[in-house]
C-alpha cells in the first residue's frame, strides 16, 4: 500500500496537485496540518481514497483534530503537526508522543525541512513543505511483508 504525505501546502493547489498526480497508487493521503482548506478539496476531489487531515498552527479556527492516530495495513500511524511538541528545536517531544501511541511510523510538518529517518523501532517521515519553491512530498509504503520504506520526494 502506498500512502501520500503532505503538510504545510499554505494554500498552494498547484504543488500539491503535482504531488497527488505524481502518485496515482497512493490509496490514502496524510496531510500533517497548515493547509485546512487543501484537506477539504482533497477529501471532495478523491472519493476513491481515504484523506486525513490534522491543523497546523496556521489553520487558525479549525476543526480538525491535532493529532490523528491510524491503523494502516497492520502498522499504527501518528499524524501531528508538529508545533505542539516543539518539532523546530527537535524531536524528542514528538518521538515520545508517537511511542506513547505506540505508533510504528510518525509522520509531522512544521519544519518545512524533509526528512526521512529511523530510530529504534520508529519510522519518523517530515514529507517538508508541499508549497512554494522546493516543495517536497513524503510515500509511505507498506508491503505485503509488512515492511515500511519511507521517502521524501521533490514536486517536479
Not at 487558525?60 to 491503523?71: C, D, F, K, Q, Y
Not at 508538529?82 to 510504528?104: F, P, Q, S, W
Request: negative net charge; hydrophobic residues 40%.
Amino acid at each position: 500500500m502506498r500512502i501520500l504525505v503532505l503538510s504545510d501546502t499554505h494554500g498552494d493547489f498547484n504543488r500539491m496537485m503535482k504531488a497527488v498526480t505524481e502518485q496515482p497508487t497512493a490509496e490514502v493521503i496524510i496531510h500533517c496540518g497548515d493547509g485546512e482548506e487543501q484537506v477539504e478539496y482533497l477529501k471532495q476531489n478523491f472519493k476513491d481514497k481515504m484523506v486525513v487531515g490534522v491543523r497546523g498552527n496556521c489553520d487558525w479556527g479549525s476543526m480538525l483534530p491535532a493529532t490523528e492516530t491510524l491503523r494502516i495495513n497492520g502498522k499504527t500511524i501518528f499524524i501531528t503537526h508538529g508545533h505542539l511538541y516543539n518539532a523546530k528545536v527537535g524531536l524528542y517531544t514528538i518521538m515520545c508522543a508517537a511511542r506513547e501511541a505506540k505508533a510504528d511510523i510518525l509522520c509531522f510538518g512544521h519544519t518545512h525541512s524533509a526528512l526521512s529517518m529511523y530510530e529504534d523501532g520508529l519510522y519518523v517521515l517530515n514529507p517538508g513543505s508541499c508549497g512554494g519553491y522546493m516543495a517536497s512530498y513524503g510515500i509511505i509504503d507498506i508491503t505485503d511483508k509488512g515492511e515500511i520504506i519511507t521517502n521524501t520526494v521533490a514536486v517536479k
